[in-house]
């Protein structure tokens, strides 16, 4: 294996990272705004969203 990062074909560009806005999901946290990527819910529930920092708070909704 090469140390090298791989190069893109000529005329190719890298697709671009938008993830949070794809997925659009915030925390649920009172005052937070960080994309949130942890979800929870039970069968049959309405989901909810909390970001790393405060995915504790989902523990609730299990």
């Known amino acids: 294996m090469s140390d090298e990062?791989?190069?893109?074909?000529e005329?190719?560009?890298p697709a671009p990272r938008e993830r949070a806005?794809?997925?659009g999901h915030t925390c649920?946290?009172?005052g937070c705004d960080?994309?949130?990527g942890f979800g929870f819910?039970?069968?049959?529930q309405?989901?909810?969203w909390f970001c790393f920092e405060h995915k504790d708070d989902g523990?609730?909704?299990?």
């Open 21 to 23: 806005r794809v997925l």
């Open 28 to 30: 649920e946290h009172e």
């Open 11 to 13: 005329g190719m560009t």
């Open 34 to 36: 960080k994309h949130a």
């Open 46 to 48: 309405e989901s909810h």
């Open 59 to 62: 523990e609730r909704y299990l």
């Open 5 to 9: 990062p791989t190069k893109l074909a």
């Open 41 to 44: 819910n039970r069968p049959r």
